[in-house]
């Protein structure tokens, strides 16, 4: 299904930009993209925030990570094999 980003964010709602698989208990991004136009956007209160991405194939496809519209640094980031 192709998603429309509305622009007005309520927190803690889910936003999806572009063609994505709606799934039980996930979401799958539906195409390759090259340039970032599509998306999920997440308006939120925390101190510390987790997300689980696992790639489909062999290698994972480039994603982003943006807190209010400036990229997180990648010592931020934190790695964890599977099974961890």
């Known amino acids: 299904?192709?998603?429309?980003?509305?622009?007005?964010?309520r927190r803690h709602v889910i936003y999806l930009?572009?063609?994505w698989y709606n799934g039980s208990e996930s979401l799958r991004h539906s195409r390759e993209a090259?340039?970032?136009e599509d998306y999920l956007?997440?308006?939120?209160?925390?101190k510390s925030v987790n997300a689980?991405?696992?790639p489909e194939?062999?290698?994972?496809g480039p994603f982003e990570v943006l807190?209010?519209?400036r990229r997180v640094p990648d010592?931020?980031?934190q790695r964890v094999g599977r099974g961890h």
């Not at 192709?2 to 007005?8: A, I, L, N, R, V």
């Not at 956007?41 to 925390?46: D, G, T, V």
């Open 52 to 54: 689980v991405f696992r």
């Open 17 to 19: 930009h572009g063609p």
């Open 41 to 46: 956007a997440l308006k939120f209160s925390a």
């Open 1 to 9: 299904m192709t998603y429309q980003d509305p622009g007005d964010h």
């Open 57 to 60: 194939g062999e290698a994972p």
């Open 75 to 77: 010592r931020f980031h």
């Open 34 to 36: 090259t340039d970032f």
């Open 67 to 69: 807190h209010s519209g």
